[in-house]
């Protein structure tokens, strides 16, 4: 690992220590900033795929009401998104292990009543990403690739947090497993990964696109995950700091 990556981990690692020892927080604390997460972090999430709600549009849709001039798919975008972390949060609640099953839930929940015929399914067709220098492997190996994610997940335990968490989002890009909705699943498993090790979510923000496609494409061609790691380690520290400056 390059000094100055391991530094970064050292960084993010010493604020978190400062938040575990403030624990256990005030519950109104916990509740509004997890409100103030949730937002952010589905507001930006689609906002990298091109959603134009805006952040106090998204927190509108997020209330129930109707934005007028955005797409009904763009409304679904918001909603399944917040109940996608949800049911994160319940499954990192019930210490339950990273599996295939999981990841096709989370799928389900991005695409519901967007795509209902491709939620929760692996893709049966091939696919390019636009803009990437990789092409993700024949649909016809997608059934062998993702039990082989699962199984370096299971190996990766020793590897800082940070670091088994932003390699498993490359990784998990690298296969482009469903038709639609990679990105949101794989940065909601990015997180899955995160919180499970008692980080707060990283919020990979709108105007960091090009760096975080840049070094997520990196990743994917080179096998080298220093670039995608830096960008979760600033964003998890972004957390962090959110939390102390509220205590």
Not at 125 to 135: E, L, P
Not at 194 to 217: F, H, N, S, T, W
Not at 223 to 238: F, H, K, N, P, S
């Amino acid at each position: 690992m390059p000094p100055k990556l391991e530094a970064k981990l050292c960084a993010v690692d010493a604020v978190k220590a400062r938040l575990d020892a403030a624990r256990p927080l005030p519950v109104n604390t916990i509740a509004s900033l997890r409100e103030k997460l949730t937002l952010e972090w589905t507001y930006h999430s689609n906002a990298i795929e091109g959603n134009t709600l805006t952040l106090r549009e998204t927190k509108v849709v997020l209330e129930g009401i109707t934005v007028g001039g955005k797409t009904l798919r763009e409304h679904f975008e918001a909603i399944n998104h917040r109940d996608a972390i949800f049911y994160v949060e319940e499954i990192v609640a019930k210490q339950e292990p990273l599996s295939e099953w999981q990841i096709k839930n989370i799928h389900q929940l991005v695409l519901k009543g967007i795509n209902n015929e491709e939620a929760g399914r692996y893709r049966r067709d091939n696919v390019v990403i636009a803009g990437a220098s990789m092409t993700p492997p024949d649909f016809l190996h997608v059934a062998e690739e993702m039990p082989q994610l699962i199984a370096w997940h299971e190996a990766a335990g020793d590897v800082h947090p940070v670091e088994r968490a932003a390699e498993l989002h490359a990784r998990f890009v690298k296969i482009h497993p469903f038709v639609d909705g990679n990105g949101r699943t794989g940065r909601l498993l990015l997180n899955f990964e995160l919180m499970k090790a008692g980080y707060p979510p990283a919020v990979i923000r709108k105007e960091d696109r090009v760096a975080y496609y840049d070094a997520l494409d990196d990743a994917c061609v080179t096998g080298v995950y220093d670039g995608i790691t830096t960008l979760v380690a600033e964003a998890v520290q972004r957390s962090l700091e959110t939390y102390l400056d509220l205590l």
